[in-house]
């Protein structure tokens, strides 16, 4: 990275939406569409990402676009900014959110891969996770991780999330069906550990 690339990226103007201690929560910004592009079409990261048709920018640039309704909307999703680099570095969010029933599924990709195994999407989920019971009132908070996922696997335990069972070859990837873990976190049970 050159000196002025390395300026511009410190003088980059970020507003955090949820604060945490290595990286932010930031609304996406349009001006990202091309990482995020890079990221949904690379095929290491979408691998386990449920990501199966190309992006193209166009495409990516109208997830920018304020929806029509914004108070119905069934998605939310996040731009993970890590503070100490400055620089955006992967996604977090809610989908298939259902407002009747108070619940949706949670989803999160590190598009970096130097920032893999460092325990930032850990983070991530923790603060949508805060975010999604106290801010947004849900009931229930469900993840779908698929079988040669062990990283994610743990940390979802790891996050309190208890397994409700395994949807048999769900997925197909490199020539094979995988298997996908279901995993639930109820507020009632987060709120135990987290003392509110």
């Known amino acids: 990275m050159t000196e002025s690339e390395e300026k511009k990226r410190d003088e980059e103007e970020v507003f955090p939406f949820i604060k945490g201690e290595r990286i932010d ?3 996406g910004n349009s001006k990202w569409a091309k990482l995020q592009c890079k990221w949904n079409n690379d095929p290491i990261v979408r691998r386990y990402a449920r990501n199966m048709w190309p992006l193209t920018l166009e495409e990516v640039k109208k997830w920018f676009e304020p929806p029509a309704d914004r108070h119905t909307r069934d998605f939310v999703v996040f731009t993970i900014y890590h503070k100490g680099d400055k620089c955006p570095i992967g996604v977090v969010g809610f989908g298939r959110i259902n407002w009747v029933n108070r619940n949706a599924n949670i989803f999160g990709s590190i598009g ?3 920032y893999w195994g460092r325990g930032i999407i850990g983070e991530a989920i923790k603060l949508l996770v805060r975010y999604g019971f ?7 908070i469900y993840a779908g991780v698929f079988s040669p996922n062990a990283r994610s696997l743990r940390a979802a335990e790891k996050l309190g999330f208890e397994k409700e069972g395994i949807i048999k070859e769900t997925m197909y990837v490199d020539g094979q069906y995988l298997d996908e873990h279901k995993f ?7 709120m135990k550990v987290n003392e509110l």
Not at 134 to 139: K, S
Request: proline share 5%; aromatic share 16%; hydrophobic share 45%.
């Open 25 to 27: 929560l930031v609304a």
């Open 112 to 114: 970096e891969p130097e």
């Open 184 to 190: 639930a976190l109820f507020k009632r049970d987060w």
């Open 134 to 140: 106290t801010e947004l009132n849900f009931h229930k």
